[in-house]
């Protein structure tokens, strides 16, 4: 029997593919624990650069699995939350490949991902009203930073789903790509980030996820230890030398 999730590394980049086509990759626990694992993984690894999630068979997600629930499934995982991930995914960058439906804890996990790359027919929404439910795995908490409060509002209080194309309209996708290519798009973007140096993906992705919550006045004072880490490794200057030199940089993650 196929596991419920597959990962793949190739090239820097590790894919993990939520595979239960017959169930729209619903989460259950075993589910969210192998996702744990693979984000795990890819911490400790100083070899992989970044992740792509994607579903099986033409969806990527509609969220928890509600029968298994019934049956007393609890899709959480430690500090990591829902699904292995809406907690804490990674200090590397996660790229979200979407075809079909990211529904409910789909959509919530779209939102704890870094960069998003849609199929022209994906669909995305918090249905949790039309079952007597909230979005409580940080669907709430984060579509009104990545949408207009509006739209968000919306499309929580409605459980009506959006486009790919009024998603990334309003930018809660970074890429539009055509049926059948998310997954080939999002590994090319992933690609794309392993090609930098790793420390300064790392510290670039840190300042961006944390700053949002830092008070303007210490704002560049709490950066500051970030970057002069990242200004004083040897990576920074290899890639100096490497500019200078006309040739790619050979990084070393110090």
């Known amino acids: ?26 989460i259950t626990q075993p589910v969210a624990a192998a996702i744990a694992a693979a984000f795990d993984e890819l911490d400790a690894s100083a070899e992989l650069m970044a992740a792509v999630l994607t579903g099986a068979g033409g969806t990527f997600c509609s969220g928890r699995d509600l029968k298994a629930a019934l049956a007393g499934d609890h899709p959480w ?44 027919s994906a669909r995305f929404g918090l249905p949790e009203v039309r079952r007597g439910r909230i979005a409580g795995a940080g669907g709430l908490l984060r579509l009104p930073g990545r949408i207009p409060y509006h739209i968000a509002m919306e499309l929580a209080l409605t459980g009506q789903p959006m ?45 961006i996820s944390e700053s949002g919550d830092w008070p303007a006045g210490e704002a560049f004072e709490r950066q500051r230890p970030i970057s002069e880490a990242i200004r004083a490794s040897q990576d920074a200057a290899e890639g100096a030398r490497a500019f200078a030199d006309k040739r790619k940089p050979v990084w070393r993650n110090q």
């Open 163 to 207: 486009t790919a194309e009024r998603a990334a309209h309003f930018g809660l996708v970074s890429r539009l790509t055509a049926d059948g290519q998310a997954r080939a798009e999002a590994v090319a973007l992933a690609r794309q980030i392993a090609e930098n140096g790793p420390l300064a993906v790392a510290a670039t992705k840190r300042v």
């Open 1 to 26: 029997m196929p596991a419920e999730v597959q990962v793949d590394v190739d090239d820097g980049v590790m894919v993990v593919t939520l595979n239960r086509p017959q169930a729209r990759n619903a």
């Open 77 to 120: 995982v430690g500090r990591r939350g829902f699904a292995g991930m809406v907690e804490y995914g990674s200090v590397k960058p996660l790229i979200a490949a979407v075809e079909g439906y990211a529904l409910g804890g789909g959509l919530e996990i779209v939102l704890a991902c870094d960069l998003v790359v849609a199929a022209a």
